[in-house]
């Protein structure tokens, strides 16, 4: 092997180790008695190893719940921001509408807009949206979860918007001609035609968006006011006491809060690479 190449692959292993070593710490003090770690410190080897604290995290924490509240969430606004986004990239790829470069640079600017900055309106804005009484309690669009998902979903589909347009531009415009001499309207092009060409794209972004929107925190603390409909990021508070706190139980509570990111991104592990790669290689 060429010195270049093994100076490379040792940065990268450095690199990994590096990224992995919190990670090796949580699940290593997860394990261990904090009475243990206290005396003995967390750089030291084990008298036991013990799955106790992962049992005690699902029931202090009230995780089945809060893990409920995330999905209720998450899935919806992924699912919607992939829709409306890949349609919109529809209509700036492949249709070939006026403006709709000024149409894509306005959808990707809105990625350079801090969400801090936009957390006060949007708490006075939500506070006048009148909704039915079946969606919030509190009669408008303030602590719901249709008014999390509306925020995530404007947010998101912007980056969404500018992966799938350049996605789509790669893909054949003769297929796109080939539907509309067989008579296919423009639905059923984006439909039947287009949108199954686009699956990497998609698994990649539903990847990104599923991680994102289900860690957010920020927006659930300001728009959300009853306890029992944060998401499960906000569990790991129940696991906080006012003088003392475990930190080996907390670190068992963050590795199951994290665990359904990761369930997600080794089911779509396989489109991810790909999907993100095809998407912003061309434009």
């Known amino acids: 092997m060429r010195p270049a190449r093994l100076l490379l692959h040792a940065f990268l292993v450095v690199v990994a180790l590096g990224w992995l070593a919190p990670l090796a710490l949580a699940v290593y003090a997860s394990l261990r008695p904090y009475a243990e770690t206290s005396r ?56 070939r509408l006026r403006g709709s470069v000024l149409l894509l640079v306005v959808f990707t600017a809105g990625n350079l807009l801090p969400p801090q ?28 979860y249709l008014g999390l998902i509306a925020i995530h979903v404007a ?53 990104l968006l599923f991680t994102w929107i289900y860690n957010d925190f920020l927006f659930a603390l ?14 790991l508070n129940n696991l906080r006491g006012q003088f003392f706190t475990d930190y080996n139980l907390l670190a068992a509570g963050s590795l199951l809060v994290a665990l359904p990111t990761l369930v997600v991104f080794f089911a779509l592990q396989r489109h991810f690479v790909a999907g993100l790669t095809l998407g912003a290689s061309k434009g």
């Open 40 to 95: 003995k410190g967390y750089f030291s080897w084990p008298d036991r190893l013990t799955l106790h604290y992962y049992a005690q995290v699902w029931e202090q924490a009230e995780l089945p719940k809060y893990f409920f509240n995330s999905v209720a969430v998450a899935v919806p606004a992924v699912l919607l921001t992939l829709f409306l986004a890949s349609f919109v990239a529809f209509g700036i790829a492949r249709l």
């Open 117 to 144: 900055v936009l957390v006060t309106p949007l708490y006075e804005l939500y506070k006048q949206i009148p909704v039915p009484p079946f969606v919030s309690s509190s009669g408008t669009l303030y602590d719901s």
């Open 155 to 207: 947010f998101q589909a912007g980056f969404c918007v500018f992966v799938l347009a350049n996605f789509m531009k790669t893909l054949p415009q003769e297929i796109t001609e080939a539907a509309v001499v067989d008579g296919a309207g423009v639905w059923r092009q984006y439909w039947t035609v287009t949108l199954p060409l686009c699956r990497p794209a998609l698994a990649a972004l539903a990847t």
């Open 222 to 235: 300001v728009l959300i006011s009853t306890g029992d409909k944060l998401p499960v990021t906000s569990a």
